[in-house]
């Protein structure tokens, strides 16, 4: 069965850096998209980057210019590189994967991991 791992979160303060990896494994073919949400407690889940297969990207406003998300289809890792982190982005971080063109950042169809929590100090 498909599964995905997410590794990486931690504790930082305001201004630090992480990267958070999700691993990929059980499926037949690459997925033709894949992406980043998040869910702070009392909140929503946000959508927060995603990729598609021809590794065109798309970005949360709140994100663009401080996130980096990237794939590695040879490995089956998916990136997002997070810098210049606000307290406002503290939430659990979940990795997301479909087979599906319409690669967007609602987040209501397909495969998820468990989630790494990531927390931002101020």
């Known amino acids: 069965q498909v599964q995905l791992v997410e590794s990486g979160g931690g504790s930082v303060q305001a201004g630090g850096s992480l990267r958070l990896s999700c691993a990929a494994s059980?499926?037949?073919?690459?997925?033709?998209?894949m992406g980043w949400f998040r869910q702070a407690p009392g909140k929503e889940r946000e959508g927060v980057s995603v990729i598609n297969s021809d590794s065109s990207t798309v970005y949360a406003d709140s994100v663009k210019g401080r996130f980096t998300i990237s794939r590695d289809n040879a490995k089956n890792i998916l990136y997002l590189q997070m810098n210049s982190l606000k307290p406002e982005d503290t939430a659990k971080y979940y990795c997301?994967?479909?087979?599906?063109?319409?690669?967007?950042?609602?987040?209501?169809?397909?495969?998820w991991g468990q989630g790494t929590q990531v927390t931002v100090s101020s």
């Open positions: 059980g499926f037949r073919y690459s997925f033709v998209c």
């Open positions: 997301a994967a479909a087979y599906t063109p319409y690669c967007n950042l609602r987040g209501n169809s397909g495969y």
